[in-house]
């Protein structure tokens, strides 16, 4: 807004005026609207060092919140608490009441552990739920496998977890062990595919000597469809006490030891179709791994 040049040339006296208003207890904007100053610059100039009367002084609301966060941590409220009570931040709370001590740990009643353990149990039930939904949906992509996907899968997997042939230490046999009972049932439905004799095929326990022994045997004899006295001698592994196994109690089966006799050709066929593999699953530009 534009002022004429003398309307404030009278400085001194209008703040004298404007002083005198002040101390009569007129807010800026009484005195601003009484004098017909429009420009807050020279307004604030005519009341420096003139504080405002009490009544235009507005409460701080955050005053109380403080005050009763100070009361609530004293009764030995935690922060989340006192968050939850009061709708304010932690940050605020720390700065309000870090000159106060720390409410003493306390045990949690039977009933707060009671409601606790079942907010738990559901909180794992629609882990679970959730869990076994997307294995579900993820067994349904699958579907029913080619000859062909079960051959190269059968590959990856005897190379993952079978005997290998070493340039120190000659290796040409096929032998794969295993302590998972799915993994087992693959490995032989693969070496049905590639048309070895079940003949030929050897079986053996590996187990941890302190291990339900006679139980293990007849449930891997169970799982591949032989007589535990076809079955070659179990293995022990010898207890080692300082060793503290989660692997116990009933589902302790140990390994299975599948060993394929007359084997050489077949290893060397295995090693070159998973280098096939490999030169297969490299990028066709690069013409190499």
């Known amino acids: 807004m534009a002022h004429s040049p003398n309307k404030y040339a009278d400085f001194e006296g209008l703040r004298e005026r ?27 100039r005519l009341l420096e060092g003139e504080p405002p009367p009490e009544w235009t002084k507005r409460p701080n609301a955050k005053d109380d919140v403080r005050e009763r966060a100070r009361e609530l941590r004293l009764q030995g409220w935690t922060y989340d608490q006192i968050q939850v009570e009061l709708g304010c931040s932690k940050g605020s709370i720390s700065l309000w009441v870090r000159d106060l001590p720390k409410p003493e740990r306390r045990e949690p009643s039977e ?9 738990w149990e559901h909180e794992l039930a629609v882990r679970d739920a959730a869990r076994e939904q997307t294995k579900a949906a993820a067994l349904q992509e699958v579907g029913r496998m080619t000859e062909r996907e079960l051959f190269l899968l059968g590959v990856g997997l005897y190379w ?4 290998k042939d070493k340039i120190y230490s000659r290796r040409e046999y096929v032998l794969f062990v295993n302590s998972d009972p799915d993994m087992i049932k693959v490995f032989i439905a693969w070496l049905e595919l590639l048309k070895v004799e079940r003949e030929r095929l050897r079986f053996r326990v590996m187990i941890h000597e302190n291990a ?23 293995t022990l592994k010898k207890h080692n006490p300082k060793t503290v196994r989660k692997n116990v109690g009933d589902h302790c089966r140990g390994c299975l030891v599948i060993d394929v006799v007359q084997s050489a050709d077949l290893y060397r066929r295995i090693e070159g179709w998973w280098n096939g593999i490999v030169l297969g699953s490299a990028p066709a530009s690069s013409g190499k791994v």
């Open 18 to 44: 404007a002083v005198a208003l002040r101390r009569e207890g007129l807010s800026r904007r009484q005195i601003r609207d009484r004098l017909h100053v429009d420009n807050n610059d020279i307004l604030n």
């Open 111 to 119: 009933q707060a552990k009671l409601a606790a353990r079942k907010r």
């Open 160 to 163: 993952a977890e079978g005997a």
């Open 212 to 234: 339900d022994v006679a139980a293990a045997e007849q449930y891997w004899a169970s799982l591949v469809c032989t007589d535990t006295t076809r079955s070659g001698k179990t």
